[in-house]
């Protein structure tokens, strides 16, 4: 079984990268069902996941993007759609792209917490969206610094030891220059993302990548 799945998942990232590497002519897509809007969030979750082809990750972002739109109720399409937005525009677009990216990002970050307030994770995403934004205009730093400051304060009182929300607050650290501090939480959200596992596969579960990037930074 594992084999089958993997063979599609290839075959799902060889097709994408056709895609995104043809000339731009947006397609004639038909709306999509909110009764396929959880099906089809388990497929692409596990295809960003696993797929390692640059070409389909800089563009599943759309894929995402269309979910989010098609069932505005659903948690977990508007809290992917931030994700996944977020993180495809640090990764893969321009500078002058990453803005728009980052603020459609944060609209759908937004609309996750109004769906679920009383849960962390939103807040913590926002806040990493907030930092990302913040890192790459510095006009910003002001402004974000303190909405983070107050979103890691939230996150707190529901979560205190969610390793993502280690993440964010090393990231504060760092860049404040305390490299040794932020070290230290950045490997307390390394040990909690190894030790949180999830049988609810679409439950947020990213980060790795994200501390790795942040640690390396502290040499």
Known sequence: MKKVISAVLVLLCLQMSVNAQAPKQEPKRPPISQNNVKRALDRYVMVWDTCTNDNFRAKIYESFDRLAH??????????????????????????????????????????????????????????????????????????????????????????ATNPRLYLVEGDEF??????????????????GLKANKSEEFLKPHWGTEEVKRSMAKTQ
């Not at 220059?177 to 959200?189: D, R, S, T, V």
């Open 174 to 191: 760092l860049k404040a220059g305390n490299k040794k501090e932020a070290a230290k939480i950045y490997k307390l959200a390394s040990d």
């Open 70 to 159: 098609a069932d505005s109720t659903n948690f977990y399409g508007q809290y992917y759609a931030a994700y996944i937005d977020a993180e495809a525009g640090f990764l893969y677009f321009d500078s002058l792209r990453k803005p728009e990216v980052y603020t459609r990002a944060l609209g759908f970050a937004e609309k996750a917490i109004k769906l679920s307030p009383k849960d962390a994770e939103p807040l913590i995403l926002k806040a990493h969206i907030l930092r990302l934004m913040a890192n790459h205009n510095d006009s910003l730093e002001t402004d974000h610094k303190s909405k983070i400051k107050k979103l890691i304060a939230e996150a707190k009182k529901m979560d």
